[in-house]
């Protein structure tokens, strides 16, 4: 099984902050990575499919970026209403699997 | 607009058996592949199961874990999809999400989801 590893499982930043969530695999999923949100009592949201795909509707401070076992998921100026957990995704091979996740707060 | 809901969580004893059900609207289910991912309690997402659809004969996909105790379904006729899962743990107490999968993007729309408690 491919391994997604996320760091940090917790950030604290202040609004405006450019923030940066990390996830590593244990192999090349060849950019076949999504980053999804979730906040509290909500179900997740897709928010960049295949690396760095944003999907419609989402505000363009997201953005995505990798290759090979390394991605990045960058918020330029942090909202208030960005805090959530994200979780990253690879649909490179089965099984599909989830990294742990980062909690983001607002400092 | 895409609508998922999913019934029939609730309180099942350990050993027990459930099939929840996930209704969909608002785009031709034929198209798409479904999935079944899952959250316990507090904790992160685990994909459970795919079906595609009928040009890819249907194929199933399971997480290793839960194979042998998991059944996906789907009756594109009534534009759902569903889960059975057996021999239920405590371990299996979770939110399980229905969710639209994308050859484009995949996991895409995803259901509010529904709990599931395994308990004595």
């Known amino acids: 099984d491919i391994q997604m590893t996320q760091s940090p499982s917790v950030l604290s930043a202040s609004v405006g902050d450019r923030v940066t969530l990390n996830c590593k695999a244990s192999q090349n999923i060849n950019k076949y990575l999504n980053w999804y949100q979730q906040k509290l009592g909500e179900a997740p949201k897709l928010l960049i499919y295949?690396?760095?795909n944003l999907q419609t509707g989402i505000p363009s401070r997201f953005s995505g970026s990798g290759s090979g076992t390394d991605y990045t998921l960058t918020i330029s100026s942090l909202q208030p209403e960005d805090v959530a957990t994200y979780f990253c995704f690879q649909h490179n091979s089965w099984p599909l699997t989830f990294g742990s996740g980062t909690k983001l707060e607002i400092k | 607009e895409v609508q998922i809901l999913e019934t029939g969580g609730g309180l099942v004893k350990p050993g027990g058996s459930l099939r929840l059900s996930c209704a969909t609207s608002g785009f031709n289910f034929n198209d798409y592949f479904m999935n079944w991912v899952r959250q316990a309690p507090g904790k992160g997402l685990e994909w459970v199961a795919q079906i595609r659809n009928k040009n890819y004969n249907y194929a199933t996909y399971y997480a290793e874990s839960l194979e042998g105790r998991v059944t996906i379904s789907r009756d594109d006729s009534k534009s759902s999809v569903y889960l059975q899962v057996s021999s239920l743990r405590a371990e299996d107490t979770a939110i399980y999400y229905c969710?639209?999968?994308?050859?484009?993007?995949?996991?895409?729309?995803w259901g509010q989801g529904v709990m599931v408690t395994v308990s004595s």
């Open positions: 295949n690396t760095n």
């Open positions: 969710t639209r999968w994308s050859v484009y993007y995949g996991l895409g729309h």
